[in-house]
């Protein structure tokens, strides 16, 4: 009874300490000004063999549009690329980049920490904005798919350049002084 006890817990523990196939976004740059290209990295670590990938990106169309894409060492052997991944046109009204997607050929699955694709976006306003992933879908090689970790929204903040906070500044201070010179002027 506690032998089986005892690997039944062990059995239990390992199940649970098994990490899942996890897909993350991440950019050297969380901080831009407006006119910056940003690169947003759709990274795979894959604890099963995975032969290809499938998602959605939402993105803010207020702080940036899309200008470029590139496909990571994953699809070398890939139906679609590189140079790029295959996609549906992005929605810049609606902020979404719908399929994206590739397929591996042959028998060498991708299960080492990679990147997928690479994003390029023009920065084109201020403020802060997320980026995220649904539709998630990372197949098997019987083109099940796989379980994969929810992924964490990326946050970007756009900053006005500082030649903008200045010229804001030299407006409210000339406002200032016309207010005070008018205002001599009329006693």
Do not use: H
């Amino acid at each position: 009874m506690k032998l089986s006890l005892l690997f039944a817990l062990l059995l239990a523990s390992a199940i649970a300490g098994q990490a899942n196939n996890i897909l993350t976004l991440s950019s050297a740059q969380t901080i831009v000004n407006p006119g910056d290209i940003v690169s947003l990295d759709v990274d795979l670590t894959a604890t099963d063999p995975v032969f290809g990938y499938q998602f959605d990106l939402n993105y803010p169309t207020s702080l940036s549009f899309l200008s470029a894409t590139e496909e990571g060492d994953f699809a070398v052997n890939g139906i679609c690329g590189p140079p790029s991944p295959c996609y549906d046109t992005p929605d810049d009204i609606n902020g979404i980049v719908t399929n994206v997607y590739d397929a591996l050929t042959g028998s060498n699955p991708a299960t080492s920490p990679e990147t997928m694709v690479t994003f390029q976006f023009t920065v084109v306003g201020s403020g802060t904005a997320s980026f995220s992933l649904a539709n998630i879908f990372l197949p098997d090689d019987s083109g099940d798919s796989l379980e994969v970790d929810p992924v964490d929204d990326l946050g970007i903040t756009a900053t006005p350049e500082p030649s903008t906070a200045c010229l804001a500044l030299l407006a409210i201070a000339f406002v200032y002084w016309r207010f005070r010179t008018r205002k001599t002027t009329l006693q």
